[in-house]
Structures are given as C-alpha cells and as structure tokens.
C-alpha cells in the first residue's frame, strides 16, 4: 500500500514539476494579461492549475503578480477561485477506473493497463531524445503513469479492508462530520496536495465500504486542508501574500460551511436517499468538483466585500517606496524559480534607476554643492547595499532547485549585474565625497578642466542611461551601443589625464585640485566599465554569445555597427581645443 501511495505522490510531483517546465515563463504572462475579467481571472486558474497540477503553485504565481503590482488583489481573487476548481481535474482522470466492458479500448483505458503504457511511452522520450521539450514530454507521461499505476496498486492492497471489520468501525465513526472533516484536513495536510488526498480517498472506495455519509465529510475537510501547505509557506511572508492565502483560506472555509449546512439539513429533515451507499471514484470526483464551482459562483459577485475584510484582517505596514520595491523578494516564490527570478530582475531593475539616479545627483553636487543632495545620495546607497545582500542571498535560495538552462543563466546573469550596479552606486557615492572634499577645501578646477570633465560627465550619463534602458526593456539593440560608447569614454579618460598632466608640468594647475580631478576621472571610467559589464552579461544571457572585445562583437549580428557607433559617439564628445594660457586653479 505504502509503494502505491508514494508512486501515486512521486507521479504527481513529477507530472507538475515537468508540465511547469513545459510552460515556462508564459504562465505568468498569461496571468498577467486575462485577470480583469473576474469570469476570465476563474477560467484562467482552473486552466493553469489542471495543467500544472496544483493549486498552490497558481496562487504562488498570483502572489508574485501581487508583490509586483502588477495586479490588485480584487484580480487575484477570482484566479485562486480558479485554481481550486482546477485541482479537481485529477479526481475526473483517475474516474476512468469506472470505465466496465470488455472491449480492447476500454481495458486499455482502465488504470492498470494506461499506466504501463504511459510509463513506457514516457521513459522512451525521456531517454532516446535530446531535446529538453521531448524529455519534459517524457516526464509528463511517466508522471501520469506512475499516478495510475499507484492508484491501481493501492486499491489492490486496500481491496481486502472490505472483509475488517475494524475498518468497517472506523468508517461508521467517520460519518461524524466533525470527525470526517477533521480527518480530511489532516490527510491533505500530511500530503500536501488535496488531488493526492483525493485519489487516496477514490482508492479506498474500491473496497466497496465507503459511503456517501463518511465520503461527504472527508472531501469537506480535503478542500480546507489543501490550504495548509500555502499557510505554511506563508509564514514570514508579505502582506500581499498573506492577504492572498487569507483569501483561500476564507473561500474554502466558507464553503465548507455552506455544503456541511445544507447536507447535515436536508439530511436531518428529509433523508438524502443515496446515504448509505457505495461511492465509486466517480461520486468522489464528481462531488469535489461540484464542491469547488459551487462555491466559487456563491462568492464570486463578493470579491470586492471579501477582499476588504482580507485587508482589514491584514493591515498595511506604511513602507517606503524603496522599501515596497524589497518586497518583491518573497521566500514563498522560491519553490517556482521562474517567478522568484523575474522578482528578482524586477529589483535589480529598481538598483539600475537608483544608481542613475545617484550618479545624476552626483554630477549636480559637483557642480554645486548641497547638503540636502549629498543626503540623498548616501539614501540611494543603503538602498543599493541593503537590495544587493538580499537578492545574493535570494538567489542562492533559488539556485538549488531544478533550474532549467535559461533560468539556470539568468541566475547567473542577476548575480553579476546586481553587484555591477552597485558598484556603481559606490562609484557615485565617491563622485559626491570628491565634491564634498572640494567644497570643505574651498577647491576649484580651471575653465579648460571644467570644460573637459562636463564632456566625459555627458558621455557616461547617455552610457549608463543607455544601460539602464537596455536593462529593464532586455533590449539587445540598446545593448550593443554600449560599448562603443564605453570605448569613448575610455579614450576621454585617457586624454585627459595626458592633458592634466601637461597643466601640471607647465604649472597651470596645481596638485591639490589635480588629485581631485584624478579621482573623479577614475571613477567616471569605471562607471562605464561596469556598464559594459552589465551589456556583456545581457547579451551573453540572450544570445549565448559572450562579448570580449571589439573585434568578436563584429561577429554578432547586433555590433555589426560598433565602428560606425564609435566614430559617431568620438564626435558627439569631442574635447574642447586644448588651450597653452590655461588659468592656474
């Protein structure tokens, strides 16, 4: 009994985990787009859940969407009401054990001869293809068939409980309705998925010994229970998504209610005729199905009253904005790797803005000091810090679980454009204490120096503006402007150290503001250097092609205009004409 319980839990598990895959990142998508109808918002995670075979992984999506802002709660509602309705698509596939004849077909369609056909089918797939589409394929049958093949072996064991009389007992003492829905909750908790705490329940009524009275109570139960896993989960987690499990929690349990009211009623005052049957797997499926539409048409036209108490039960911590954008990062999300790392490039996203943002006030601060804009900055910078050692370690917990290919170099990606963007944020922070520095020390460059750093201060302003745009849109097109631009930058650096130097020598600029001047032109450069950096790793992630140098970014198909870019970019930051009578500093 034991081996059929845990190859019908491993064929779950691997059925979900294959058809998730399968979908990817559309998933999402989807969500995203067809959840301002409340009609469509029900249909969509009733379809979503029978695919991926499990509601908490739907409603799990749908807190990312909450986290994100992408969508309001009130949309959200009606996707969980889906979900569950989805889950019972399990329950209606394992009803094909009621199938009777003889014919060829229908025995083929019976459990014990489906799933040996389906594992078969499946382990071919998995092992004689290579593409990861087919193998999925092929994890997807084997997953279904194990489901079928555990069912079969666990009502084959489980037959003989018909002839105990102690199992006979216990199911009497089950039409308790308490009891029954008591022991429900625990099964679907302990299992932690309310279709396997169903199929089990449809085994055992092989024997012949369950009946609608004990049945009843125990799907009751099932559909609460199967709210267990996410509470759990949610432990810790943010207002968006509590509110969101609430809300499941709130949906299941008031339709337990209604049904354990109006079956225990109409029993007690008229009699239900069917009572004391036999159920089958069809009875079973049908009245969790029923259980879960039901409930769904009573409070679906009540979203808007049930998200109101959700959020009065929930209350608002005032957050900064900043601080919203952190809230993307929900250890909930993690077991779904797709959703935690598009939260997680959601954040890195906000870091790319705000070391813009940092570097504009920088710029600004140099040429007029502020303390109200040097506080700003060091703001943006226990940002920057706070957001780069939470997504390390947010996506250290991801990396474990089974990443595909592109998840697997998105990780990576996230990992090296977050510390890139930091760093550029530190590099602003310094841009700013050069000018604090200046200020206390009454320090000022001369009209040619000036000139010169507004020239490489525009070029690395449309650099890193260009990095961050490529960045939130991912596109390659931007991307690849950027290091010509880089290269400009690079070569304005260079020139103007060489013309420091010669102020220097003919004493036209003195060695106190010639150190200030240094060390804004090094971290000026290495604020476009990150940028490339940033660049390389997109297109890298993208394309599959890492870019070393100019020469190998002329072989993909995206650079093919560096040197047209490079010439047009040397023109637009043309140092002005280097002077012989220059002011002394």
Excluded at 12 to 39: D, H, P, V, Y
Excluded at 151 to 172: D, H, I, V, Y
Excluded at 284 to 296: E, M, P
Excluded at 344 to 350: D, E, P, R, S, Y
Aim: with cysteine.
């Amino acid at each position: 009994m034991l081996a059929g319980v845990g190859l019908f839990l491993y064929g779950m598990s691997m059925l979900g985990g294959a058809l998730e895959k399968l979908a990817g990142a559309g998933l999402e998508k989807i969500l995203q787009k067809l959840t301002s109808n409340r009609i469509k918002g029900v249909l969509l995670g009733a379809g979503v859940t029978g695919v991926i075979q499990s509601s908490s992984a739907t409603i799990v999506m749908v807190i990312g969407l909450l986290n994100a802002g992408i969508i309001k709660l009130v949309q959200a509602l009606p996707v969980i009401m889906g979900a569950n309705i989805g889950s019972t698509v399990t329950g209606q596939i394992l009803r094909l054990g009621d199938l009777g004849g003889a014919g060829v077909v229908i025995q083929l369609l019976k459990p014990s001869a489906f799933g040996a056909i389906l594992i078969a089918l499946g382990a071919v797939l998995y092992m004689f293809t290579k593409k990861t589409s087919s193998k999925n394929w092929g994890n997807i049958c084997m997953g279904l068939g194990m489901i079928f093949f555990g069912m079969n072996t666990m009502e084959k064991t489980l037959l003989p409980l018909s002839e105990a009389e102690w199992f006979s007992g216990m199911l009497t003492v089950l039409q308790n309705p308490f009891l029954g829905i008591l022991v429900g909750i625990a099964m679907t908790a302990v299992l932690q998925s309310s279709s396997a705490s169903v199929g089990i329940l449809q085994a055992l009524s092989a024997t012949g010994a369950i009946t609608f009275s004990s049945a009843m109570p125990i799907i009751l139960g099932q559909n609460l229970g199967k709210c267990v896993t996410v509470v759990i989960a949610s432990i810790g987690s943010k207002k968006p998504a509590k509110r969101a499990v609430l809300l499941d929690v709130m949906v299941n349990l008031a339709g337990l209610i209604f049904f354990a009211a109006l079956i225990y009623a109409v029993q007690g005052i008229w009699g239900l005729p069917f009572w004391d049957s036999a159920v089958n797997r069809g009875n079973i499926a049908d009245f969790h199905t029923l259980f879960n539409v039901t409930t769904t048409l009573i409070l679906l036209p009540l979203c808007n009253q049930l998200v109101a108490l959700a959020t009065k039960l929930v209350k608002d911590k005032v957050l900064t904005s900043r601080e919203q954008e952190m809230a993307r990062l929900d250890d909930l999300l993690i077991k779904t790797p797709t959703i935690a790392l598009q939260q997680a490039h959601g954040l890195v996203v906000t870091m790319a803005e705000s070391s813009l943002e940092s570097y504009r006030l920088a710029r600004q601060i140099n040429e007029k000091y502020s303390a109200d804009t040097m506080a700003k900055i060091n703001e943006i910078e226990d940002f920057l810090d706070r957001s780069e050692f939470a997504l390390n370690n947010y996506i250290l917990k991801i990396t474990p679980n089974d990443l595909s290919a592109a998840e697997s170099r998105m990780a990576t990606e996230l990992l090296h454009s977050l510390g890139d963007f930091e760093r550029i944020g530190d590099h602003a922070v310094n841009l700013a204490e050069v000018a604090q520095y200046n200020y206390d020390n009454n320090i000022t460059f001369s009209t040619q120096g000036f000139a010169e750093l507004n020239t490489i201060f525009d070029a690395v302003e449309e650099v890193l503006g260009d990095t961050v745009e490529m960045y939130r849109g991912e596109n390659l097109l931007v991307a690849s402007r950027v290091e010509p631009l880089e290269q400009v930058v690079d070569n304005l650096e260079q020139e103007m150290r060489n013309r420091h130097i010669r102020r220097l020598q003919s004493g036209h600029c003195n060695a106190q503001s010639g150190i200030s001047f240094i060390e804004l032109l090094t971290d000026l450069e290495r604020i476009s250097d990150h940028c490339s950096n940033v660049a390389s790793n997109v297109i890298q992630r993208k394309s599959g092609h890492y870019l070393e140098t100019p020469e190998e970014e002329g072989g993909i198909e995206l650079t093919k205009t560096y040197q047209a870019d490079l010439k047009r970019y040397s023109e637009k930051y043309c140092l002005p004409p280097e002077v012989t009578a220059v002011e002394k500093s």
